[in-house]
Nanobody, 124 residues
């Protein structure tokens, strides 16, 4: 079955930057739009960003604009999520998933497949 592998999370201090990676070893991600979503304990999942299969279009919920940047390197079969100026409220497990196209709704979190996630913890 198709599954992504997220990495790059960890413990970071407020204000620092972090780059998460989304990889797939058994298939090519460029067949799909890929998005990131996150879930914190006790909270619902929320979409973070989405990028088209070619990388020419990106989509962000309004609340995520400014500090989050999604990009992809199809040659390396990797999708990235850059998080700048992290805040404690960014603490969550971050997942990347694939679907045919990005949802027209930027806050969407539903995907056809995703991985185990990578934990981001923001603490001083």
């Amino acid at each position: 079955q198709r599954q992504t592998v997220e990495s790059g999370g960890g413990l970071v201090q407020p204000g620092e930057s972090l780059r998460l990676s989304c990889a797939a070893s058994e298939f090519t991600l460029n067949q799909y739009a890929v998005g990131w979503f996150r879930q914190a304990p006790g909270k619902e999942r929320e979409g973070v960003a989405c990028i088209s299969n070619s990388g020419d279009k990106t989509n962000y919920p309004e609340s995520m604009k400014g500090r989050f940047t999604i990009s992809r390197d199809n040659a390396k079969n990797i999708v990235y999520l850059q998080i700048n100026s992290v805040r404690p409220e960014d603490t969550a497990k971050y997942y990347c998933g694939g679907r045919g196209d990005c949802s027209p709704y930027p806050d969407a979190w539903w995907y056809d497949f995703w991985g185990q996630g990578t934990q981001v913890t923001v603490s001083s």
